[in-house]
């Protein structure tokens, strides 16, 4: 079946660590999507990508970093410069051109030891 | 600035009793309305796409309306498996690379019980 993967379910990071979370899609979008999600908030786009080798800022990029050399990856790094890294962060995928909606793997969950 | 507004924040439900959840939303120009359900712990899981004003869709106990400025939720006799989080997402008109972006609201956690 057809679906977006992400790795690992639950992370934890140490003071000044860098850790990477992964996100697979065997859908062929060109299009994928990191968001964080907290408590009471929506949403919010951390950094998208339409097409391998491209990505852009989202909304709250500063201390996070991503790579798309591939389709169907689209590994999101949460670096040490990311003071409050504990929540929820899901990634999604979506055909580009028209109106579609955008499938979400089922996130990885960030604590801080 | 384009927003997105949900309401209530949480509704509790009796198994049986139909209610309506509100997205309310300010675009610039809306490209398409979204309904997602989110189970706890799981990514949200799409419901529908809603395209323009007077447009509805349905899904075995829920229906999807939307006027020009909000769209409604119509939940019709939910069962306790209707329990979880529901998010509103629009897409707007926008020139260059975020045509695609999604804004999202906060949700509506919805509780039914037997």
């Known amino acids: 079946d057809g679906g977006i993967t992400q790795s690992p379910k639950y992370l934890f990071r140490k003071e000044g660590q860098n850790v990477t979370l992964s996100c697979e899609q065997n859908?062929?979008?060109?299009?994928m999507y990191w968001y964080r999600q907290d408590p009471g908030q929506g949403l919010r786009l951390i950094y998208y990508s339409q097409i391998v080798n491209d990505f852009q800022k989202g909304d709250i990029a500063e201390g996070y970093s991503v790579s798309r050399e591939k389709k169907e990856s689209f590994p999101l790094t949460v670096t040490s410069a990311q003071k409050n890294p504990t929540a929820f962060y899901l990634c999604a995928s979506t055909h580009t051109g028209g109106t579609q909606p955008q499938h979400f793997g089922d996130g990885t969950r960030l604590s801080i030891l | 600035e384009d927003q997105v507004t949900q309401s209530p924040e949480a509704l509790r439900l009796q198994e049986g009793e139909s209610s309506s959840l509100n997205c309310s939303y300010t675009v610039s120009g809306l490209r398409g309305l979204f309904w997602y359900r989110q189970d706890p712990g799981k990514g949200p899981e799409f419901l529908f796409t809603?395209?323009?004003a007077g447009e509805e869709k349905e899904k075995e106990r829920l229906k999807a309306t939307l006027t020009k400025k909000e769209s409604f939720l119509h939940i019709t006799a939910p069962k306790p498996e209707d329990s979880a989080t529901y998010l509103c997402?629009?897409?707007?008109?926008?020139?260059?690379?975020?045509?695609?972006?999604?804004?999202f609201g906060k949700g509506t956690k919805l509780s039914v019980k037997p």
């Open positions: 997402a629009v897409q707007a008109v926008e020139a260059g690379g975020s045509q695609g972006n999604l804004i």
């Open positions: 859908l062929n979008h060109d299009a």
């Open positions: 809603l395209y323009s």
